[in-house]
């Protein structure tokens, strides 16, 4: 003779916790996996655009920042019905008028990121900028600023954006190398010396 036995009613409060927690489990898994995709994505352009990882970590920063700001968005919606990409919209609104007041600075790490993808000189070459007096080899190349070494011993440091607001005359030379290479210099790097006067 089968027993029934009687199945015990979970509380509904129970249900709505255990719900919770699986919605909190669900988004930190998608938020770990979408920070572990931007990651990989960045390296994939690193070695395409032959740049060393570290010149490009501002990029898997912002990528894992807008994962972060995604999954709060979510679980602020979840638990307290808030809209949450509503209130961002302020925030950066208000981060958007900081960003235009440090515009300049911005503008040449975008340059040099630039200057990877482009390539239009390398490590190495004779460049001119024109209508400006300025000329040298070029010897080092970072976030904001791309050395020349004139003719005659000194080294001129040119912003990156102004690459993309002037005519620049390149010369190739046998000894250039890519720009990835030399992107963040070394620590035992050293300037060249001056000549004697």
Known sequence: MPMNLPI???????????QDLIFVGLVVALSIGA???????VEWFAVRLQAP??????????????????????CADHFFGVDFFALMGGVLALIAIGFFAVWSTLSNVLCSLFLLTVR?????????????PVRGRVTDLNLFFTTLATDDGRLVQIPNNLFFQRVVVRRRTAVALPLGEHFAPSPSSTPPAEPPR
């Open 53 to 74: 990882r570290l010149s490009l970590r501002p990029l898997v920063i912002t990528g894992r920042f807008l994962v972060l700001v995604v999954a709060i968005s979510s």
């Open 120 to 132: 239009p000189f390398q490590v190495g070459d004779e460049v001119e900028l024109l209508p400006d």
């Open 8 to 18: 015990p009613a979970i509380p509904a409060e129970l249900v709505s916790h255990l």
């Open 35 to 41: 920070s572990v995709i931007v990651g990989r994505v």
